[in-house]
């Protein structure tokens, strides 16, 4: 089997229906996997069309969204721990500055 990638170009090409040839690499390809992690990240519509080129049994789609959703949770994480942090700092602000008034 071929281990030459396509392009993320190509594979976008690929994802609009228009390179069905590469369906079966793509499918089998974890080096793809995460280029289309990439590709379709913000991108729900291009999922979906995923959806209609791939193979129910590869698994494919359910890998893709797997991935994007431990993403998300990660994503969730780090949101959830700036906004502490800066809760905590602007707090800190807070009490700096009413020290500074309340001289
Ligand atoms: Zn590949």
């Given amino acids: 089997m071929s281990r030459n990638h396509p392009s993320k170009r ?5 994802a609009a229906g228009e ?5 079966h690499h793509v499918e089998t390809c974890e080096a793809c996997l995460d ?7 913000f991108d729900p519509r291009m999922r979906r069309a995923l959806g209609a080129i791939t193979h129910p049994e590869s698994g ?3 890998r893709l969204e797997t991935r994007l959703e431990t993403r998300r949770r ?7 721990a700036i ?7 602007r ?3 807070a009490l700096t500055e009413r020290d500074e008034q309340g001289d």
């Fill in 10 to 14: 190509a594979l976008r090409r690929w």
């Fill in 19 to 23: 390179k069905p040839d590469l369906t």
């Fill in 35 to 41: 280029d289309l992690e990439e590709l379709t990240r």
């Fill in 60 to 62: 494919f789609l359910a």
């Fill in 74 to 80: 990660n994503a969730e994480a780090w949101s959830a």
């Fill in 83 to 89: 906004e502490l942090l800066s809760l905590s700092w």
């Fill in 91 to 93: 707090t800190f602000d």
